[in-house]
């Protein structure tokens, strides 16, 4: 099976930084896209950024120039480097990764982390 561990969230000031990491442990499958999602309470679960197993790279608006993500096949992990953190970014943070079965997208979700801002 497949499973996603998160770390690296905390509480951290305005203008801040953290960096958010998740290991994928997919067995033998091969990881397509890898990406991370946000809720905060009372609100829909929003894309954040996505990475393709080649490193084509896709941000929300919000925060476009602000975060950025990465991956490392070889170790299955992905990364969200968050510089200037805002208020507005505070929020559960969500590891996504998926894989191919046949013509099927197969969706595997972390447990999440929190990421506290204060202002």
């Known amino acids: 099976q497949v499973q996603l561990v998160e770390s690296g969230g905390g509480l951290v000031q305005a203008g801040g930084s953290l960096r958010l990491s998740c290991l994928v442990s997919?067995?033998?499958?091969?990881?397509?896209?890898m990406g991370w999602y946000r809720q905060a309470p009372g609100k829909q679960r929003e894309l954040v950024a996505t990475?393709?197993?080649?490193?084509?790279?896709n941000y929300a608006d919000s925060v476009k120039g602000r975060f950025t993500i990465s991956r490392d096949n070889d170790k299955n992990t992905v990364y969200l480097q968050m510089n200037s953190l805002k208020p507005e970014d505070m929020a559960v943070y969500y590891c996504?990764?998926?894989?191919?079965?046949?013509?099927?997208?197969?969706?595997?979700w972390g447990q999440g982390t929190q990421v506290t801002v204060s202002s």
């Open positions: 996504y990764a998926d894989r191919m079965r046949g013509p099927l997208r197969v969706a595997y």
């Open positions: 997919a067995s033998t499958f091969v990881i397509n896209d």
């Open positions: 990475i393709s197993r080649a490193g084509t790279t």
